[in-house]
C-alpha cells in the first residue's frame, strides 16, 4: 500500500522558515518525480516546487518563490523535503506532497498526501 505523509507545518511569523518533509513508503521512491503543491484559502492547487524526475537534477519552481524555497530529496530515505525561508504571508496555505510516476513501471501513478498547515502571520 503506497503511502506519501507531509510533516513539520505550522505557524510562523514573516520572515522566518520552516522545513516541510514528506515520507513515501510502499513505491520505488526513485521512479517517481515529487513534487510540492500548496493550496490557499479560495484558490486552486498550485505547484509550488517540483523535480521532473526521480532524481534530483532538475526541479522547477513557481516564480513567487524562487529563490525563497529549495526542494530537495534523498532517495535513500524516500523523503522528500522543501525548504522555506523569508515566509511572507502569502505563503500561507495547505502544502500537499505529490508522487508522480515517471518509469516504464510507474508511468501514470499519482500519489498525494493529506497535507500539512502553513500559517504566515504576525
Known amino acids: 500500500q503506497v503511502q506519501v505523509a507531509e510533516s513539520g507545518g505550522g505557524s510562523v511569523q514573516p520572515g522566518g522558515s520552516l522545513r516541510l518533509s514528506c515520507a513515501a513508503s510502499g513505491l520505488t521512491f526513485s521512479s517517481y518525480a515529487m513534487s510540492w503543491y500548496r493550496q490557499a484559502p479560495g484558490k486552486k492547487r498550485e ?16 516564480d ?3 529563490g525563497r524555497f ?14 522555506m525561508n523569508s515566509l511572507k504571508p502569502e505563503d500561507t496555505a495547505v502544502y500537499y506532497c505529490n508522487a508522480l510516476g515517471v518509469s516504464s513501471t510507474s508511468w ?10 502553513v500559517t504566515v502571520s504576525s
Open 70 to 83: 529549495t526542494i530537495s530529496r534523498d532517495n535513500a530515505k524516500n523523503t522528500v523535503y522543501l525548504q
Open 47 to 62: 505547484l509550488v516546487a517540483g523535480f521532473t524526475s526521480g532524481g534530483s537534477s532538475s526541479a522547477n519552481y513557481a
Open 64 to 66: 513567487s518563490v524562487k
Open 108 to 117: 501514470g501513478l499519482d500519489y498525494w498526501g493529506k497535507g500539512t498547515l
